[in-house]
């Protein structure tokens, strides 16, 4: 669905996203190798993040709603940043829950998989997006509507 440039760059950030969980991972004690966008447990089991694994989908949507926002750009830009790390970081805990969820059950990996962190995803999106707003708004920043 993606136009090749932009495969290659989907391609690049799901490998960089797995190379992190993969330090995350070996730091605190666990057993991994990483092959590009693939995480490899030493039993086999492995899991892959693809295109729309890695919330790129929601962070699109998190900047549509901040950019839309009225707010001053110095406000979005904070919002589009603060709000695009936090997304990622809860991707992250998303795809090492799923690494090892993996290895212990695969019913329980593909209803997490395909359920629970799917809404789980979107609903942090949605509160991040819920709490950039009340901050702008606290900070009374907001321009006027003119009639």
Known sequence: ?????????????????VKVSH???TTFGGHATRDAAI?????????EMRDGCNAVNV????????????ASWKLKL??????????????????IS???????????????HAYLWETLIVLDTMV??????TRVLRAGTLPHARA
């Open 23 to 25: 330090v995350l991972v």
């Open 39 to 47: 995480l490899r447990a030493p039993s086999g089991f492995a899991v």
């Open 128 to 133: 991040v997006f819920w709490y950039w707003v």
């Open 78 to 95: 904070l919002g589009l940043a603060a709000g695009s790390a936090v997304i990622q970081v809860v991707n992250i805990l998303r795809f």
């Open 98 to 112: 799923l690494f090892y969820l993996g290895q212990y059950s695969m019913t329980w990996f593909d209803f997490a």
């Open 59 to 70: 962070t699109i949507l998190l900047w549509s709603a901040v950019l839309a926002f009225p």
């Open 1 to 17: 669905m993606l136009t090749p440039p932009v495969q290659v760059a989907d391609k690049a950030f799901s490998a960089a996203l």
